[in-house]
């Protein structure tokens, strides 16, 4: 099956600092990428759609100098969170989608942020 | 894109079916069924799609109603391992709007 990795898994910052999370598509080409963000017990949110070589498109409410996304090569795309706040603890989670017909998402395994 | 409805939660004992029921009663017609689920604290995982027809695969069964308005996952023999939050999405088959709307889904429950 198609794997997604993220990293890292974990990261505690202080507040005020930027983080940015890796997240790769390892044995296919993702044409799109989307990250989504998921408070405790609550569904995921989709953040923004990334597409290779160009810009994100980022759902209504989410800032995009905030959440710098890049998606740089069909298989890296990352995402910055910059001046964080501990508003913006969440565990974030991104996907990774084939092109060629292909429609199946397939996420990674989630990055737990803390911001102190 | 269509909406769905599912039960909050559901129990289910080790080694029985697990039959997970979906609402969509506004599905277009070009839109899939697509399930997810997601075990506590990892990224979503996925299960099966289909449009019309039913489908299965090693790790569930679709049933789609033949007026679509409905479907049902079934796990034909739960484990443990398959307590999870269990998400019902319908999704448009192209293009941008191929972007996943995750409702609260299903909380699975699976007890010895």
């Known amino acids: 099956g198609a794997v997604v990795s993220q990293h890292p898994s974990r990261v505690i910052c202080k507040s005020g600092t930027s983080v940015k999370i890796e997240c790769r598509s390892l044995d296919f080409q993702a044409t799109t990428m989307f990250w989504y963000r998921q408070f405790p017990k609550q569904s995921l949110m989709l953040m923004a759609t990334?597409?290779?070589?160009?810009?994100?498109?980022?759902e209504q409410g989410v800032e995009k100098d905030k959440f710098l996304i890049n998606h740089a090569s069909l298989t890296l795309s990352t995402l910055t969170v910059t001046s964080a706040h501990p508003e913006d603890s969440s565990f974030y989670i991104c996907?990774?989608?084939?092109?060629?017909?292909?429609?199946?998402?397939?996420f990674g395994p989630g990055t737990r942020l803390t911001v102190t | 894109d269509a909406k769905t409805t599912q039960p909050t939660s559901m129990d289910c004992a080790e080694g029985r079916a697990a039959n997970l029921p979906c609402n969509h009663s506004t599905i277009s017609g070009n839109e899939y069924v697509y399930w997810y689920r997601q075990i506590h604290s990892q990224g979503p995982q996925y299960i099966i799609h289909g449009l019309k027809n039913n489908e299965t695969n090693e790790m569930a069964s679709l049933i789609i109603t033949e007026d679509r308005k409905s479907s049902t996952l079934i796990l034909p023999h739960a484990t443990l391992r398959d307590t999870a939050v269990y998400y019902c999405i319908v999704r448009p088959p192209t293009g941008t709007a191929s972007k996943l709307t995750f409702g609260t889904g299903t909380r699975l429950q699976v007890t010895l």
């Open positions: 996907s990774a989608q084939r092109g060629g017909g292909h429609y199946e998402q397939y």
């Open positions: 990334s597409n290779e070589g160009s810009k994100a498109t980022y």
